[in-house]
C-alpha cells in the first residue's frame, strides 16, 4: 500500500486521513480470504457477490463501536428513579434514537461507508468527557480527526472545553476563570497525547517528503462551493437568491447576457463558478463565516463553565455553523450535528423540538442520496419508521408541554407534498430531462430553511442559558 | 405510547423486512426454458389480458398449457387480469403473447414484487391487525407483541416477497372469515372462505373445519329452527358466491377442464423431497415402485380422512372459536402429513393457524413456526434464498425470546394440565417435567441450525445426491408429527363447560 496511497490513480483515491487507510489496509488484508480480485488496483467499479456481502459485513461488524459508544452515552443519562418501565426512560428512547437513526442507517450501510464507526468515536469521546475522563475524551478526539477530518469542524469545541474546565482545576464561584488554577501538567500531558497521535499517523509520510500531496488530497479547494446534491446550507439558498435575481434581472432587461458566465451552477458536477449578481465566494470567504458563526459558542463555553452539557451545546453549535456556512460540504455532515443533539434531546423540551425539526429536515436533506427505484421503498418506510418513533417517544418524554410550534408543524408537514413531488411525480414528468436539477434544488432550499431555524434556536437557547447560569460550586 | 403510534411503527418494521426480502432473488431466476413461479405468474398475466376467457385452461395454439399453464381457481385468473392491465400501462413488452416469454429484468421484478405489496397489505396485512388490535382482549403490550410475531413470521415472508407466490391473499381472506366468525357473521366468514377457496385450491385443507364448524353452530341453534334456517342461508351464500366467480367458465366442458387443471391426479403421491409421511417413509420401502398410482390415491384418502375425523367431530359438537382455531391447525396438519401430492409450502396453512395461536401456546407455536421455516429451506436454498433466511430466522427467535418463552414450560402454560390429569387417572407417576420441554426445544432449534449449515455449505457425497433435503424432510416430518399429536391433545381435552371467550 505505501508509498503511493495518496497519488492520483481514479477518481476514488484516498482522501481521508492516514490513519483511515491504515484502516483500509487492515480491512484488505481481511479481504484477501474474500475475493482477490477486489483488491487489484485497476479493478474499479468491481463488486461480485463476495465482495459485496464482505464490504457489509465490514460496516456492520465496526458498528459495534457505535453500538458500544451508544450504550456509554445512555448511562450518562441521570436516571430519574420512578420506576417507568423500560420503554418510557430516556436512556431507552436515546438508545433507539441513536441506533435506529435513519441517516446513519442508509449512509452506511446502503449507501455505503464507515460512518457508524467514526460517529462511535465522536460518541465515545463525548460520554468520556461526561465521564470526567478528560485525557481519554482527548486521545479518542485526536484519533477520529487522523480518520476522517471533517471532524476538525468541531475540534475548537474540544479544545477551548478541555482548556478550559480541564486545565485550570477550578473556576470563581459565579462560573467564570480563575487564572491562578492553571495547571501546566494538564495542559502538557494534554499536548502530549494530541501531538504523538498526529506523529504516529503522518509521520511516515512526513519522512517520505509527501505532506504537500497527502494535504492536497485531504482538502481540496479546487471543487465547488456547493457538493453535486447541494446541502442545505446558506450557500444553497445564496446560489438560488444569486440565480433568481439574474434570472428576473434578465427580465427586467438591467443585465446583459453576454456577461453571465456559461458554466451553469445547476449543472450538478463539482466544477467552480461565478456568481452573477451577488459577489462570488472564495473559500477565505466561507472560513471567515464559518468563524464568525461559531466565534459567539466558542466565547460562551470559554467564559462560563456550564459542565459536559454546555460543551455539547457548543459542540453542537460549530457543527451546524462549519455545515452552514463551510466550503463544499456534503450533505452527510448534519449528522455530525444530528446525533449529539440526540443526547440533549432526551434531556429537555425545548432540545426535543429542535431535535425533531433538524433530524427530520436533515434526513429528507439526505433522500437523495439513495436514487434507485428499488430503495424508494426502503428510504420512505426507515424515514416514516424514525420519524413516527422520535415524535411519539419525545412526546411520550415531556408530556406535559407542546414540543413544537404550529409554524413548525406547518413546515414539517411542508415536508410530506415535497418528498412526494420529488420522488414520485418529478421523474414521471417531461421536464426531467430538461432539468434534472430541479427536486435537488427544492429538496435544498426547503431543508435549508429548517436547519438554519433549528441553528438559531439552538443558539439563542445557549445565549440564554449563559446568561442565567446559576453559580457553581467550585470544580 | 398510544395504540395507533404502535401501530404504525411495527406495521413499518413489518412492510420494510417484506420489502428487503424482496430485494433478493426469485424462484427460477435466469434458469431458462422453464425458469420458476415467477415466470408462471407473469404467464398468467399474459394469458389472461390476451387471451379470451374461455381459452384461460385450455390447451391451444396460443395457450400451450405445457409452459405454466393455469392451475389456481378463476380468482388467481382474474387477479392476474387486473395486474396486467397495471403492466400494460407501464411497460406493454411484458405480457407481450409468445413474445414476452422468460423477460426478465429489473423494473419488471420491482412492478412484481410491488404486486405482492400490495396484495400482502390488502388483504393479509390489515387481518393481522384487525385480529391482533381489536379481536384480541389482552394486555396492550401483549397485542403488540402477537402482530409482531405474526408480521415477522419468516415462512410466509421468504415464499411470498423471496420465491414468488400470492399465498398472503388466501391467507388472508382465511383469516376474514375466522374473524367474521368470531363477530358471529357467519355469511360473511362463509363468502370470506369461497373466496380464500377459489383463490387456491389448497385452502380445500381449511374447508372441513369451516364446515363442521358452521354445521355444529346449526345444530346448536336447533336443527329444527333456527338451526335449519342458518344452514340454508350458508348454502345460498356458498353456492352463489361460488356462481359468481366462476361466471366465465359455468358450461361442463369448462368446468371439468378447470377442475382437470386444478386436480393433477396422474402426478403420484409425492414430488421432490416433502415433510410428509409418504416421502418418509419412501426411505424405507419405495412406495412409488410398490403400489400402484390407484391405490396410493386411495391409501393416502383412508389416512387423511382417519386422521382428521377426531378432531371434526368433536368441533362439530362443541363449536367454539378456539376449538375452531385447533381444528384448523388440526386439519391442515393432517392434510399435509397424509394427503396426495404435497408441496412443501403447503405448511403455510398450519402456520397461519398457529399464528393466531401465539398467545395461547408461546413455545410451542413458536417451535412449530420455526419448524416450518425450515421445513422449506431446500427450495429457498434452490432460489438463492439462505441469506433472507438466516436473517429473518433469526429475528423472529429474537421476537419471540423477549417475551421470554423458555420460561412458561410448565403443564400449565403449555396448556397440557387437563390431558395430564387425565393420563394420571391410569399412570400416577405421569408428569412432564419442567426442564423437558426447554431442552428438547432447544436440541430441535440446534439440529436445525446445523443442518441448515450443513445444506448450505457442504456437497452431498455423489451416491446419495439428495442426502441433504431428505435429512430436513424427515426432521421436520418428525417435528410435524409431534406437533398434530400435541394440537389434537389440546383440542380434545380443551374444557368446553367454560364461558365461551373470543
Same mark, same amino acid.
Not at chain 2, 197 to 211: A, G, R, V
Given at each position: 500500500?505505501?508509498?503511493?496511497?495518496?497519488?492520483?490513480?481514479?477518481?476514488?483515491?484516498?482522501?481521508?486521513?492516514?490513519?483511515?487507510?491504515?484502516?483500509?489496509?487492515?480491512?484488505?488484508?481481511?479481504?484477501?480470504?474474500?475475493?482477490?480480485?477486489?483488491?487489484?488496483?485497476?479493478?474499479?467499479?468491481?463488486?461480485?457477490?463476495?465482495?459485496?456481502?464482505?464490504?457489509?459485513?465490514?460496516?456492520?461488524?465496526?458498528?459495534?463501536?457505535?453500538?458500544?459508544?451508544?450504550?456509554?452515552?445512555?448511562?450518562?443519562?441521570?436516571?430519574? #428513579?420512578?420506576?417507568?418501565?423500560?420503554?418510557?426512560?430516556?436512556?431507552?428512547?436515546?438508545?433507539?434514537?441513536?441506533?435506529?437513526?435513519?441517516?446513519?442507517?442508509?449512509?452506511?450501510?446502503?449507501?455505503?461507508?464507515?460512518?457508524?464507526?467514526?460517529?462511535?468515536?465522536?460518541?465515545?469521546?463525548?460520554?468520556?468527557?461526561?465521564?470526567?475522563?478528560?485525557?481519554?475524551?482527548?486521545?479518542?478526539?485526536?484519533?477520529?480527526?487522523?480518520?476522517?477530518?471533517?471532524?476538525?469542524?468541531?475540534?475548537?469545541?474540544?479544545?477551548?472545553?478541555?482548556?478550559?474546565?480541564?486545565?485550570? &482545576?477550578?473556576?470563581?464561584?459565579?462560573?467564570?476563570?480563575?487564572?491562578? &488554577?492553571?495547571?501546566?501538567?494538564?495542559?502538557?500531558?494534554?499536548?502530549?497525547?494530541?501531538?504523538? @497521535?498526529?506523529? @504516529?499517523?503522518?509521520?511516515?509520510?512526513?519522512?517520505?517528503?509527501?505532506?504537500?500531496?497527502?494535504?492536497?488530497?485531504?482538502?481540496?479547494?479546487?471543487?465547488?462551493?456547493?457538493?453535486?446534491?447541494?446541502?442545505?446550507?446558506?450557500?444553497?439558498?445564496?446560489?438560488?437568491?444569486? #440565480?433568481?435575481?439574474?434570472?428576473?434581472?434578465?427580465?427586467?432587461?438591467?443585465?446583459?447576457?453576454?456577461?453571465?458566465?456559461?458554466?451553469?451552477?445547476?449543472?450538478?458536477? @463539482?466544477?467552480?463558478?461565478?456568481?452573477?449578481?451577488?459577489?462570488?465566494?472564495?473559500?477565505?470567504?466561507?472560513? %471567515?463565516?464559518?468563524?464568525?458563526?461559531?466565534?459567539?459558542?466558542?466565547?460562551?463555553?470559554?467564559?462560563?463553565?456550564?459542565?459536559?452539557?454546555?460543551?455539547?451545546?457548543?459542540?453542537?453549535?460549530?457543527?451546524?455553523?462549519? =455545515?452552514?456556512?463551510?466550503?463544499?460540504?456534503?450533505?452527510?455532515?448534519?449528522?455530525?450535528? %444530528?446525533?449529539?443533539?440526540?443526547?440533549?434531546?432526551?434531556?429537555?423540551?425545548?432540545?426535543?423540538?429542535?431535535?425533531?425539526?433538524?433530524?427530520?429536515?436533515?434526513?429528507?436533506?439526505? =433522500?437523495?442520496?439513495?436514487?434507485?427505484?428499488?430503495?424508494?421503498?426502503?428510504?420512505?418506510?426507515?424515514?416514516?419508521?424514525?420519524?413516527?418513533?422520535?415524535?411519539?417517544?419525545?412526546?411520550?418524554?415531556?408530556?406535559?408541554?407542546?414540543?413544537?410550534?404550529?409554524?413548525?408543524?406547518?413546515?414539517?408537514?411542508?415536508?410530506?407534498?415535497?418528498?412526494?413531488?420529488?420522488?414520485?411525480?418529478?421523474?414521471?414528468?417531461?421536464?426531467?430531462?430538461?432539468?434534472?436539477?430541479?427536486?435537488?434544488?427544492?429538496?435544498?432550499?426547503?431543508?435549508?430553511?429548517? @436547519?438554519?431555524?433549528?441553528?438559531?434556536?439552538?443558539?439563542?437557547?445557549?445565549?440564554?442559558?449563559?446568561?442565567?447560569?446559576?453559580?457553581?460550586?467550585?470544580? | 405510547?398510544?395504540?395507533?403510534?404502535?401501530?404504525?411503527?411495527?406495521?413499518?418494521?413489518?412492510?420494510?423486512?417484506?420489502?428487503?426480502?424482496?430485494?433478493?432473488?426469485?424462484?427460477?431466476?435466469?434458469?431458462?426454458?422453464?425458469?420458476?413461479?415467477?415466470?408462471?405468474?407473469?404467464?398468467?398475466?399474459?394469458? /389472461?389480458?390476451?387471451?379470451?376467457?374461455?381459452?384461460?385452461?385450455?390447451?391451444?395454439?396460443?395457450?400451450?398449457?405445457?409452459?405454466?399453464?393455469?392451475?389456481?381457481?378463476?380468482?388467481?385468473?382474474?387477479?392476474?387480469?387486473?395486474?396486467?392491465?397495471?403492466?400494460?400501462?407501464?411497460?406493454?413488452?411484458?405480457?407481450?403473447?409468445?413474445?414476452?416469454?422468460?423477460?426478465?429484468?429489473?423494473?419488471?421484478?420491482?412492478?412484481?414484487?410491488? *404486486?405482492?405489496?400490495? +396484495?400482502?397489505?390488502?388483504?393479509?396485512?390489515?387481518?393481522?391487525?384487525?385480529?391482533?388490535?381489536?379481536?384480541?382482549?389482552?394486555?396492550?403490550?401483549?397485542?403488540?407483541?402477537?402482530?409482531?410475531?405474526?408480521?415477522?413470521?419468516?415462512?410466509?415472508?421468504?415464499?411470498?416477497?423471496?420465491?414468488?407466490?400470492?399465498?398472503?391473499?388466501?391467507?388472508?381472506?382465511?383469516?376474514?372469515?375466522?374473524?367474521?366468525? /368470531?363477530?358471529?357473521?357467519?355469511?360473511?366468514?362463509?363468502?370470506?372462505?369461497?373466496?380464500?377457496?377459489?383463490?387456491?385450491?389448497?385452502?380445500?385443507?381449511?374447508?372441513?373445519?369451516?364446515?363442521?364448524?358452521?354445521?355444529?353452530?346449526?345444530?346448536?341453534?336447533?336443527?329444527?329452527?333456527?338451526?335449519?334456517?342458518?344452514?340454508?342461508?350458508?348454502?345460498?351464500?356458498?353456492?352463489?358466491?361460488?356462481?359468481?366467480?366462476?361466471?366465465?367458465?359455468?358450461? /361442463?366442458?369448462?368446468?371439468?377442464?378447470?377442475?382437470?387443471?386444478?386436480?393433477?391426479?396422474?402426478?403420484?403421491?409425492?414430488?421432490?423431497?416433502? +415433510?410428509?409421511?409418504?416421502?418418509?417413509?419412501?426411505?424405507?420401502?419405495?412406495?412409488?415402485?410398490?403400489?400402484?398410482?390407484?391405490?396410493?390415491?386411495?391409501?393416502?384418502? +383412508?389416512?387423511?380422512?382417519?386422521?382428521?375425523?377426531? *378432531?371434526?367431530?368433536? !368441533?362439530?359438537?362443541?363449536?367454539?372459536?378456539?376449538?375452531?382455531?385447533?381444528?384448523? +391447525?388440526?386439519?391442515?396438519?393432517?392434510?399435509?402429513?397424509?394427503?396426495?401430492?404435497?408441496?412443501?409450502?403447503?405448511?403455510? !396453512?398450519?402456520?397461519?393457524?398457529?399464528?393466531?395461536?401465539?398467545?395461547?401456546?408461546?413455545?410451542?407455536? *413458536?417451535?412449530?413456526?420455526?419448524?416450518?421455516?425450515?421445513?422449506?429451506?431446500?427450495?429457498?436454498?434452490?432460489?438463492?434464498?439462505?441469506?433472507?433466511?438466516?436473517?429473518?430466522?433469526?429475528?423472529?427467535?429474537?421476537?419471540?425470546? /423477549?417475551?421470554?418463552?423458555?420460561?412458561?414450560?410448565?403443564?400449565?402454560?403449555?396448556?397440557?394440565?387437563?390431558?395430564?390429569?387425565?393420563?394420571?387417572?391410569?399412570?400416577?407417576?405421569?408428569?412432564?417435567?419442567?426442564?423437558?420441554?426447554?431442552?428438547?426445544?432447544?436440541?430441535?432449534?440446534?439440529?436445525?441450525?446445523?443442518?441448515?449449515?450443513?445444506?448450505?455449505?457442504?456437497?452431498?457425497?455423489?451416491?446419495?445426491?439428495?442426502?441433504?433435503?431428505?435429512?430436513?424432510?424427515?426432521?421436520?416430518?418428525?417435528?410435524?408429527?409431534?406437533?398434530?399429536?400435541?394440537?389434537?391433545?389440546?383440542?380434545?381435552?380443551?374444557? *368446553?363447560?367454560?364461558?365461551?371467550?373470543?
Amino acid at each position: 500500500m505505501p508509498p503511493d496511497t495518496y497519488v492520483d490513480t481514479s477518481e476514488w483515491t484516498l482522501d481521508y486521513p492516514p490513519l483511515f487507510a491504515w484502516f483500509e489496509y487492515l480491512l484488505s488484508q481481511i479481504g484477501r480470504y474474500f475475493d482477490k480480485e477486489m483488491l487489484a488496483v485497476q479493478n474499479l467499479n468491481y463488486g461480485s457477490t463476495a465482495t459485496i456481502i464482505f464490504q457489509r459485513l465490514t460496516v456492520i461488524f465496526t458498528d459495534i463501536l457505535f453500538m458500544y459508544a451508544a450504550r456509554e452515552c445512555c448511562r450518562c443519562i441521570p436516571e430519574k #428513579k420512578d420506576g417507568k418501565e423500560l420503554f418510557k426512560r430516556p436512556a431507552f428512547v436515546l438508545a433507539v434514537l441513536l441506533l435506529w437513526n435513519f441517516g446513519l442507517l442508509i449512509v452506511d450501510h446502503i449507501h455505503f461507508q464507515y460512518n457508524g464507526f467514526l460517529f462511535g468515536l465522536l460518541l465515545l469521546s463525548v460520554a468520556r468527557l461526561f465521564q470526567n475522563r478528560n485525557l481519554e475524551s482527548a486521545l479518542l478526539f485526536t484519533i477520529l480527526l487522523n480518520f476522517k477530518h471533517i471532524f476538525l469542524y468541531v475540534a475548537p469545541a474540544y479544545g477551548i472545553y478541555l482548556l478550559r474546565s480541564y486545565c485550570f &482545576t477550578s473556576s470563581k464561584p459565579d462560573g467564570s476563570l480563575k487564572w491562578s &488554577t492553571f495547571s501546566f501538567l494538564r495542559l502538557a500531558s494534554l499536548g502530549l497525547i494530541v501531538c504523538s @497521535v498526529f506523529a @504516529v499517523s503522518f509521520g511516515p509520510f512526513i519522512a517520505m517528503g509527501q505532506l504537500p500531496q497527502v494535504l492536497s488530497r485531504l482538502f481540496p479547494f479546487k471543487r465547488g462551493l456547493c457538493h453535486a446534491y447541494w446541502a442545505p446550507n446558506f450557500w444553497a439558498l445564496y446560489n438560488v437568491i444569486d #440565480k433568481a435575481l439574474s434570472v428576473i434581472g434578465l427580465k427586467c432587461g438591467l443585465l446583459n447576457i453576454e456577461s453571465i458566465p456559461k458554466a451553469s451552477m445547476t449543472g450538478g458536477l @463539482v466544477q467552480e463558478f461565478q456568481h452573477t449578481v451577488l459577489p462570488s465566494v472564495s473559500p477565505l470567504i466561507t472560513l %471567515i463565516c464559518t468563524f464568525i458563526s461559531i466565534m459567539p459558542a466558542v466565547c460562551c463555553l470559554w467564559l462560563k463553565h456550564r459542565g459536559p452539557y454546555g460543551f455539547l451545546h457548543c459542540l453542537i453549535l460549530c457543527a451546524l455553523g462549519s =455545515f452552514l456556512f463551510g466550503w463544499h460540504v456534503h450533505e452527510k455532515a448534519i449528522l455530525i450535528a %444530528i446525533l449529539p443533539l440526540s443526547l440533549l434531546a432526551v434531556k429537555g423540551k425545548k432540545e426535543a423540538g429542535i431535535f425533531l425539526v433538524l433530524s427530520t429536515t436533515g434526513h429528507l436533506s439526505l =433522500f437523495p442520496l439513495l436514487f434507485t427505484a428499488q430503495e424508494l421503498p426502503i428510504k420512505i418506510l426507515l424515514m416514516l419508521l424514525f420519524t413516527v418513533y422520535s415524535f411519539s417517544a419525545l412526546r411520550d418524554l415531556f408530556r406535559e408541554d407542546r414540543l413544537l410550534s404550529w409554524l413548525e408543524v406547518l413546515y414539517l408537514c411542508g415536508l410530506i407534498p415535497l418528498g412526494i413531488f420529488c420522488e414520485l411525480f418529478y421523474p414521471l414528468t417531461p421536464w426531467k430531462e430538461r432539468f434534472p436539477f430541479l427536486p435537488l434544488l427544492l429538496t435544498s432550499v426547503y431543508c435549508a430553511l429548517g @436547519v438554519m431555524q433549528s441553528w438559531l434556536k439552538l443558539y439563542i437557547l445557549l445565549l440564554n442559558e449563559s446568561a442565567t447560569v446559576k453559580p457553581k460550586k467550585d470544580q | 405510547m398510544e395504540l395507533w403510534n404502535l401501530m404504525s411503527i411495527i406495521l413499518l418494521l413489518g412492510l420494510t423486512l417484506r420489502w428487503t426480502v424482496s430485494l433478493n432473488s426469485y424462484s427460477g431466476a435466469g434458469k431458462p426454458p422453464m425458469f420458476g413461479d415467477y415466470e408462471a405468474q407473469r404467464h398468467w398475466q399474459e394469458i /389472461t389480458y390476451n387471451l379470451p376467457v374461455k381459452q384461460w385452461y385450455f390447451n391451444t395454439s396460443d395457450n400451450n398449457l405445457q409452459y405454466w399453464g393455469l392451475d389456481y381457481p378463476p380468482l388467481t385468473a382474474y387477479h392476474s387480469l387486473i395486474c396486467a392491465y397495471v403492466a400494460k400501462v407501464i411497460n406493454p413488452d411484458w405480457i407481450s403473447l409468445h413474445t414476452s416469454r422468460g423477460y426478465e429484468s429489473l423494473e419488471h421484478k420491482l412492478f412484481m414484487r410491488s *404486486t405482492v405489496f400490495v +396484495a400482502d397489505l390488502i388483504v393479509y396485512i390489515s387481518a393481522v391487525f384487525f385480529y391482533g388490535f381489536y379481536l384480541n382482549k389482552s394486555s396492550e403490550k401483549k397485542k403488540v407483541f402477537n402482530v409482531l410475531c405474526m408480521l415477522v413470521y419468516p415462512g410466509l415472508i421468504l415464499i411470498d416477497y423471496g420465491h414468488f407466490q400470492y399465498n398472503c391473499v388466501s391467507l388472508g381472506f382465511t383469516l376474514w372469515g375466522i374473524i367474521s366468525f /368470531t363477530y358471529q357473521r357467519y355469511l360473511l366468514g362463509s363468502l370470506a372462505f369461497v373466496l380464500a377457496l377459489n383463490y387456491k385450491q389448497m385452502e380445500l385443507y381449511h374447508s372441513l373445519p369451516f364446515f363442521c364448524f358452521l354445521l355444529g353452530k346449526s345444530f346448536s341453534k336447533g336443527i329444527k329452527g333456527d338451526g335449519l334456517v342458518l344452514l340454508v342461508k350458508i348454502a345460498f351464500t356458498v353456492i352463489a358466491s361460488f356462481a359468481l366467480c366462476w361466471l366465465p367458465f359455468l358450461t /361442463t366442458e369448462q368446468i371439468f377442464q378447470v377442475l382437470r387443471r386444478l386436480f393433477p391426479v396422474d402426478r403420484g403421491i409425492f414430488e421432490d423431497k416433502v +415433510a410428509n409421511i409418504w416421502c418418509s417413509l419412501s426411505v424405507l420401502l419405495k412406495i412409488k415402485n410398490v403400489i400402484s398410482l390407484q391405490t396410493q390415491l386411495k391409501l393416502s384418502f +383412508a389416512a387423511t380422512l382417519l386422521s382428521v375425523i377426531p *378432531t371434526c367431530i368433536k !368441533l362439530t359438537i362443541h363449536p367454539n372459536l378456539k376449538g375452531f382455531i385447533f381444528s384448523l +391447525a388440526n386439519c391442515s396438519l393432517s392434510f399435509f402429513l397424509f394427503s396426495f401430492h404435497v408441496h412443501e409450502k403447503s405448511i403455510l !396453512l398450519a402456520a397461519l393457524p398457529v399464528c393466531l395461536l401465539l398467545n395461547e401456546t408461546a413455545l410451542m407455536s *413458536t417451535w412449530f413456526l420455526v419448524a416450518s421455516t425450515f421445513s422449506m429451506l431446500p427450495l429457498l436454498l434452490k432460489d438463492g434464498l439462505l441469506l433472507p433466511y438466516i436473517v429473518t430466522s433469526l429475528l423472529f427467535l429474537l421476537v419471540t425470546m /423477549t417475551s421470554s418463552v423458555l420460561e412458561k414450560t410448565s403443564e400449565e402454560d403449555l396448556k397440557l394440565k387437563p390431558f395430564c390429569i387425565s393420563i394420571r387417572r391410569y399412570i400416577s407417576w405421569f408428569n412432564i417435567p419442567k426442564q423437558l420441554m426447554r431442552n428438547i426445544f432447544l436440541l430441535s432449534v440446534i439440529t436445525m441450525a446445523i443442518l441448515s449449515v450443513v445444506s448450505a455449505t457442504l456437497t452431498p457425497p455423489s451416491g446419495l445426491p439428495d442426502l441433504f433435503p431428505l435429512l430436513v424432510s424427515v426432521v421436520s416430518c418428525i417435528h410435524f408429527l409431534y406437533f398434530w399429536m400435541y394440537f389434537n391433545i389440546l383440542h380434545f381435552w380443551e374444557p *368446553t363447560n367454560k364461558i365461551k371467550t373470543n
